[in-house]
């Protein structure tokens, strides 16, 4: 299997001529193919190694055709078509890689690559600039990758790299080139376009080449790439792709179901054992997602018991946990990029307490009304059913005995029900949460109580933090819940401790 032939996979199995490679051309249309003449030496991809895993290299991870776990080197080339369909005639769009990030001195923090330029690209590194351009023919684009060279000593103490040759040959690229030659290499693209679409910003910090050159209007002495620019139509991409990524395919609902289940279950065996302290319990569930197929946790997980939970963001997860206690746990796995969102809570003793079996049901009664909204022929909204959200915590507690009058609403439930989701926790920035729902929209759904350890509250709830969260995918008819594996009915969660 030569260099570059997994990762169209069968797709490029019945184009693959002799020792050349049939790629999309960048001046036809998507499903016209080209013949370029390449020589390669008759060596394994299996041998070669890469920037990120290929099915060659890891059969284990990635099936043939995909490009990264779940999604296909030709699904990455439609998404691209579908943002050059939304670029004005010779129009271009830039995308820059995200930056590495240390800790200290040559200490890294672990690589996340940017969600855009992943969504397009697939390339999983550093120091990389696409291109995507619209030209002057109907429904035809084309796609440069300026990536960082092969470079055996920086490989032997950074890790492979892919290189610029895999940049055409396994991510499907028309030209490519060194990232430190982007000044040069994009002069004509910019040059040539009409309106330039782009989301870096030179406030950014930065260890790419292009990000360092890129100049906004408001430099008095732009030079090279900064000064082409001020020449230049400068648009932001943010917009058009997320109307591009609100909808996600069936590859994308099946990597986030398979993130949901192994999350899932990682939850419900935490909820099955007894723990002593919030590190521990945070250990296993990183642990658990990993064993069960996750890359990596999705975001820092928040473990809290009763009074840590007032704090909705909190991650230090380093006190004990008192057997007369509850404990909420924020956390999910991500696969293929794709995460999850989870949260749930359960008594540390196993079994609630009257009082926080009443609290807990009006959370969960809530959530479940909710869940039952997330589905396209209701025509909601993220914003009604918080409204929705808002009327049934309102009625629940008030039967509880919580005084609701004033700002009771606003104290006890102080966040908005629910977020996109997707390649980001807080998936496409800036998307409307009036927008109605539609059919491949995913969401978290989390509505919560945290109740104050004051005298205007009833005593015996005083102190008490309830959130519950599952992820969705809206569905015309009935909602999908990607996270159903992780028990929420309280007779469940207490039967787990007597198993």
């Known amino acids: 299997m030569r260099y570059g032939f997994g990762a169209l996979g069968c797709h490029a199995r019945s184009i693959f001529q002799k020792r050349g490679l049939v790629l999309f051309s960048p001046h036809s249309s998507l499903g016209t193919a080209v013949l370029q003449s390449r020589s390669y030496a008759s060596v394994s991809a299996a041998d070669l190694r890469f920037g990120q895993p290929l099915h060659e290299t890891h059969p284990h991870l990635l099936k043939a055709g995909e490009l990264t776990p779940g999604i296909t080197a030709l699904e990455y080339a439609q998404r691209r078509s579908k943002l050059a369909s939304k670029l004005p005639k010779d129009g271009v ?32 590194e550093p120091e990389a600039v696409a291109v995507i351009g619209k030209s002057t023919v109907e429904n035809d684009h084309s796609f440069h990758l300026f990536v960082r060279p092969k470079d055996p000593s920086a490989e032997q103490w950074q890790g492979s790299r892919s290189g610029i040759q895999a940049a055409v040959d396994i991510f499907n690229a028309d030209e490519s080139g060194d990232i430190k ?3 040069r290499l994009l002069s004509r693209s910019i040059s040539d376009a009409s309106e330039i679409f782009t989301d870096s910003s030179p406030s950014q910090s930065s260890t790419s080449a292009f990000l360092g050159l890129f100049q906004s209007k408001t430099s008095l002495d732009a030079t090279g790439l900064g000064k082409l620019l001020d020449q230049k139509t400068v648009k932001p991409l943010r917009n058009i792709l997320n109307d ?17 289940q ?11 054992r007894p723990w002593k302290t919030e590190r521990d319990l945070t250990a296993f569930l990183e642990y658990k997602f990993k064993r069960s197929g996750c890359e990596t946790s999705a975001y820092v997980p928040v473990v809290a018991r009763g009074k840590n939970a007032n704090q909705i963001h909190y991650v230090r997860n380093d006190d004990i946990l008192p057997k007369d206690d509850l404990i909420l746990a924020d956390a999910g796995g991500q696969y293929g990029n794709y995460i999850t969102d989870i949260t749930r809570v359960w008594p540390v003793s196993g079994t609630f307490t009257p009082a ?56 006890l439930f102080p966040h908005h029900l629910g977020h996109y989701i997707g ?27 945290y109740v104050p350890d004051a005298d205007r509250w009833p005593a015996a709830y005083r102190g008490m933090s309830i959130r519950i969260e599952d992820s969705v995918c809206v569905q015309e008819e009935n909602p999908l819940v990607f996270t159903t594996e992780a028990v929420k009915e309280v007779d469940d969660i207490e039967a787990l401790r007597r198993q």
Do not use: W
């Open 93 to 124: 769009a830039i995308l820059a890689a995200s930056d590495v990030k240390y800790r200290s001195g040559p200490v890294f923090y672990e690589f996340h690559q940017d969600s855009d330029f992943f969504y397009l690209t697939g390339f999983n």
């Open 181 to 183: 030659d982007v000044e």
């Open 244 to 260: 591009i990524r609100k909808i996600k395919s069936g590859a994308e609902i099946a990597n986030m179901r398979k993130a949901g």
């Open 262 to 272: 192994a999350s899932g279950r990682a939850f419900t065996k935490a909820m099955a």
């Open 356 to 411: 926080q079996k009443d609290l807990y049901n009006a959370v969960l009664a809530t959530q479940r009304t909710c869940i039952a909204r997330c589905r396209a022929n209701a025509a909601n909204s993220l914003d009604r059913i918080h409204q929705a959200a808002e009327k049934s915590l309102f009625n629940h507690l008030k039967n509880l005995g919580f005084d609701m009058s004033g700002d009771a609403m606003k104290i």
């Open 423 to 449: 390649l980001d926790i807080h998936d496409t920035p800036g998307q409307s949460r009036k927008a109605p729902l539609e059919v491949g929209h995913c969401v978290a759904i989390e509505p919560g109580v």
